[in-house]
């Protein structure tokens, strides 16, 4: 590779870096207001504001990196749409780095809130009551949850979001569906399912916004129940939202080309 295509590539992976980060900064952002302050949103305005997060860092990366922005979709561009394969690991942390440092960036600008909450509710990192807190920054199990359930919806979920996304990408249907209309139907997309589905706690589609801040979390005093919460499961929580949208979307995305695609 000469060293043009090393810059297009760094450059790419930088946009994919700063296009993840943003749907993080955004849509955590939202969670955290709501969560700590005296803004509260309703599950409607989160969702909301989550797909205009996610709307927006397409728009912001398209024309440069084509806005993956999701290890799940870098995957199944690689597998079924000739992605190069070069870029899959580089964008793939880009994108998980990109989730992790704007999730310390969110924790620094309300590092203040954080501890005040903590202090007034006797919060101590890394035990039951803690994981109201974390569960801000990414999903945790609900009580009495059984892991093959959360599996499947989350796969279920993934499945039916990315089957809708190649639709709405399908070349054939620009002539309907302009090409710059397409982020905001995805970023409505995303809200839509966050909206109706989001009562599910486990809901995530990309690996990324989950295990960035996750990683993040278990430097800060959650250490290794960041990722398997505060269960004996045999099976750690933190797969089923970074494994299962992977397994999800490239099943979803199999099924399209196969049965729907024209």
């Given at each position: 590779?000469?060293l043009r295509g090393k810059n297009k590539i760094f450059q790419q992976c930088?946009?994919?870096?700063?296009?993840?980060?943003?749907?993080?900064?955004?849509?955590?952002?939202?969670?955290?207001?709501?969560?700590?302050?005296?803004?509260?949103?309703?599950?409607?305005?989160?969702?909301?504001?989550?797909?205009?997060?996610?709307?927006?860092s397409i728009y912001f990366s398209i024309s440069i990196s084509g806005a993956?922005?999701?290890?799940?979709?870098?995957?199944?561009?690689?597998?079924?749409?000739?992605?190069?394969?070069?870029?899959?690991?580089?964008?793939?942390?880009?994108?998980?780095?990109?989730?992790?440092?704007?999730?310390?960036?969110?924790?620094?600008?309300?590092?203040?809130?954080?501890?005040?909450?903590?202090?007034?509710?006797?919060?101590?990192?890394?035990?039951?009551?803690?994981?109201?807190?974390?569960?801000?920054?990414?999903?945790?199990?609900?009580?009495?949850?059984?892991?093959?359930?959360?599996?499947?919806?989350?796969?279920?979920?993934?499945?039916?979001?990315?089957?809708?996304?190649?639709?709405?990408?399908?070349?054939?249907?620009?002539?309907?569906?302009?090409?710059?209309?397409?982020?905001?139907?995805?970023?409505?997309?995303?809200?839509?399912?966050?909206?109706?589905?989001?009562?599910?706690?486990?809901?995530?589609?990309?690996?990324?916004?989950?295990?960035?801040?996750?990683?993040?979390?278990?430097?800060?005093?959650?250490?290794?129940?960041?990722?398997?919460?505060?269960?004996?499961?045999?099976?750690?929580?933190?797969?089923?939202?970074?494994?299962?949208?992977?397994?999800?979307?490239?099943?979803?995305?199999?099924?399209?080309?196969?049965?729907?695609?024209?």
């Open positions: 590779m000469n930088i946009i994919e870096f700063l296009g993840t980060g943003l749907i993080i900064f955004f849509s955590i952002g939202c969670l955290v207001t709501s969560k700590l302050t005296n803004f509260h949103m309703s599950q409607y305005e989160i969702g909301m504001i989550w797909g205009f997060s996610v709307a927006l993956h922005l999701n290890p799940a979709i870098t995957i199944f561009l690689w597998l079924f749409d000739k992605f190069n394969k070069k870029k899959v690991i580089p964008y793939i942390i880009s994108q998980i780095f990109g989730a992790f440092f704007f999730t310390i960036l969110i924790y620094y600008m309300y590092y203040n809130i954080l501890i005040s909450f903590e202090h007034k509710y006797n919060i101590i990192r890394g035990t039951k009551e803690s994981f109201q807190l974390a569960s801000i920054f990414c999903v945790y199990p609900q009580k009495n949850y059984i892991f093959i359930d959360d599996f499947i919806k989350e796969a279920i979920i993934s499945i039916i979001f990315i089957i809708i996304l190649m639709r709405i990408n399908d070349k054939k249907n620009f002539f309907i569906i302009q090409k710059t209309t397409s982020p905001f139907l995805i970023g409505m997309l995303v809200a839509i399912i966050n909206i109706s589905l989001g009562s599910l706690n486990n809901v995530t589609l990309n690996p990324a916004h989950d295990l960035g801040p996750r990683i993040f979390l278990s430097f800060i005093g959650w250490g290794k129940l960041a990722f398997t919460g505060l269960n004996n499961s045999t099976f750690p929580y933190f797969l089923i939202p970074t494994v299962t949208p992977i397994l999800g979307i490239n099943l979803g995305g199999w099924i399209y080309k196969k049965f729907i695609k024209n």
